[in-house]
């Protein structure tokens, strides 16, 4: 279980194909803090660490993964946010995350508003039941909130600190981005269907 608070920006090292699965070398100043088994949210994608180094780690997508999410479009050189799994003593600054994406969008607008940032971001209409004006969103893991929502589109808008701090701030009109729909609204989704 995550947050959507974003702790670091990370750099993919290398990148192996193996099978149907990719295996990702990834550098980062939380490294010598991880340990193997350990669960970790990549740009909101929950994926187990196999094994550290003082200054990366490796982390496996299986295919079902690489299907469902941005990964399978990460080469050398991509940014990647990161957070580690919540403490059971750790405040909730963001809202419960899974770590388990539900599908991508992409961003199709960026507007500079002096001071602030406002993103949209379009999705796949089968997910519109799952959400709703001022909820939470999750995009490549970071928490956010909702706004302009339409049957296949949705506005955040990103704070200063947010947007140099995670990799919002290298995002392009067209990028890709994993989706985590809030879990809340999943359960009463399927509550009601099953009614």
């Not at 490294?31 to 490796?58: F, I, M, W």
Request: charged share 20%; proline share 3%; aromatic share 8%.
């Amino acid at each position: 279980m995550f947050t959507g608070i974003i702790e670091s920006v990370a750099r993919v090292r290398d990148v192996s194909i193996i099978g149907g699965n990719k295996t990702y070398w990834i550098e980062s100043t939380l490294s010598p803090q991880l340990k193997v088994d350990q669960s970790l949210a990549h740009n909101g994608v929950c994926l187990t660490v196999e094994e550290t180094t003082t200054a990366a780690y490796r982390v496996t997508a299986v295919a079902e993964t690489l299907d469902k999410t941005a990964l399978d479009s990460w080469v050398a050189g991509t940014l990647v946010n990161l957070e580690r799994s919540l403490l059971p003593s750790s405040r909730l600054d963001g809202h419960f995350v899974q770590g388990h994406v539900d599908t991508t969008g992409t961003c199709d607008k960026i507007v500079n508003r002096k001071g602030s940032f406002e993103l949209r971001f379009t999705f796949p209409k089968n997910f519109s039941p799952l959400i709703i004006e001022k909820g939470s969103i999750c995009i490549n893991g970071i928490s956010l909130t909702a706004f302009n929502v339409k049957k296949d589109s949705f506005r955040v808008a990103v704070i200063p600190y947010t947007w140099q701090h995670t990799n919002l701030q290298y995002l392009k009109a067209t990028n890709k981005v994993n989706l985590e729909f809030d879990i809340v609204g999943k359960y009463i989704t399927k509550m009601k269907l099953s009614k």
